[in-house]
């Protein structure tokens, strides 16, 4: 039977920043992955990167690609009824943004992993684990091939997204919480063969509803509009999402750059914090632990910022025996997740038109929007939060 210090389930942005990170101190690790190495590479979700990940990037030998080919801003636009106000991130904060789409990122985890020797079992799915609160953890597995195989790990992370099987058991502790807010909105994404609208980023409100203007690369972009969370695929013709774009976007001498639609999707608002995130030997990372709604793309930044502080609280437990920044885990981790909670649904509810919201309320949302842009520390404020805080960095 083999063994490995770390059990990772799931090769999302948790499990690989965390696998990569340890490796960085020396600590080996296992992860496993029920999909295929093709379907995490090519799985298109959302890719903003703030400035302390960037910095993780650069600094642990995985930034090249995101240096070269991704979309690196010092701005973004906040546009209402097509009158856009520039928030400039980098002259508020000194920090920029990557639009680097997750599968990318992804991309460039998995290679560094391999070539530095890392194991990744894709197609590999564990059928169960246990012995967390003992003195080791038994991971029963089978492989692409179906066969069954058991490992023994020193711990667990759980970085499976956000129906992982492993939050059960840590929600039987007493005073476990698994608080959840739900929305009344959604966004239909699209990806589009055709040219950018903007270089930087527009995040529109209109009376007809929230739209977002992002890119890809040079020929291809990314636009999400405001949707009814059961609207499906078939209700949005692309002649309708054309005018729909056109109508909440359009104005002060910019117009959405049309091009031909090869993907569309609804994506769900939610939000979601469990706490803690752990029992003995067991650890949530990611969405695992947490969900946050996609306005501000804080998801892929938040799942980095936990495995930041996982990752020298594992390697201090395993390579000095002291295990008192891991038992913290929680404690250090859960505020940062608040504070992304507050800042994805305050901004998501000043740029979304809630139908059953009446007059006053409309009208109240426009005007915070409009006293936080015209003011130099709203808007500074506004771009603290979406560049984001440092990673946290411990010495082990
Ligand atoms: C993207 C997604 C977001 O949620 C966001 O706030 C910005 C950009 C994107 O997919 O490009």
């Not at 959302?46 to 960037?54: C, F, P, Y």
């Not at 405001?226 to 695929?233: E, I, L």
């Amino acid at each position: 039977m083999t063994h490995t210090p770390v059990a990772i389930v799931g090769a999302g942005p948790a499990g690989l920043t965390l696998s990569h990170l340890l490796h960085q101190y020396g600590v080996e690790s296992v992860v496993f992955e029920s999909r295929s190495r093709a379907e995490v590479e090519e799985t298109v979700r959302a890719g903003v990167l703030e400035q302390g990940v960037i910095n993780m990037m650069r600094e642990t030998g995985v930034g090249e690609r995101m240096d070269r080919d991704a979309d690196i801003d010092d701005a973004i636009d906040i546009s209402i009824n097509g009158a856009r106000t520039r928030i400039d991130l980098k002259a508020l904060t000194g920090h920029q943004m990557a639009v680097w789409p997750q599968h990318e990122y992804l991309k460039d985890f998995i290679a560094r992993r391999l070539a530095d020797g890392g194991t990744i079992l894709f197609e590999t799915s564990v059928d169960d684990a246990e012995g967390w609160d003992g003195d080791k953890v038994v991971i029963n597995y089978t492989n692409a091939d179906g066969t069954h195989e058991t490992m023994t790990a020193d711990y667990i992370i759980a970085a499976d997204g956000s129906k992982s099987p492993y939050r059960a058991p840590i929600l039987e502790l007493d005073g476990a919480v698994r608080a959840r807010h739900e929305y009344e909105y959604a966004w239909f994404g699209i990806l589009v063969n055709g040219p950018q609208t903007q270089k930087e980023l527009i995040y529109a409100t209109h009376e007809e509803g929230f739209a977002l203007i992002s890119t890809r690369t040079k020929d291809v972009q990314r636009y999400y509009l405001q949707c009814d969370p059961n609207d499906t695929v078939e209700q949005w013709s692309d002649e309708r999402i054309w005018e729909q774009l056109h109508t909440r976007v359009d104005g002060n001498g910019l117009a959405v750059q049309e091009g031909e639609i090869f993907d569309k999707s609804v994506l769900k608002f939610r939000s979601a914090v469990t706490d803690p995130m752990q029992r003995g030997r067991l650890f949530l990372a990611g969405d695992s632990a947490h969900t946050v709604p996609p306005t501000g793309a804080k998801g892929l930044n938040l799942a980095v910022a936990d495995v930041a502080v996982l990752a020298p609280g594992l390697a201090r437990a395993l390579t000095k025996g002291n295990d008192d920044l891991l038992t913290k885990y929680s404690e250090l981790a859960v505020p940062r997740i608040w504070r992304a909670q507050h800042f994805s649904y305050w901004m998501s509810s000043m740029l979304h038109s809630v139908p059953s919201q009446g007059y006053f309320q409309h009208r109240r949302r426009l005007a915070e929007l409009e006293a936080m842009l015209s003011s130099e520390a709203g808007r500074r404020y506004q771009a603290e939060q979406y560049v984001g805080l440092d990673l946290p960095k411990f010495e082990i």
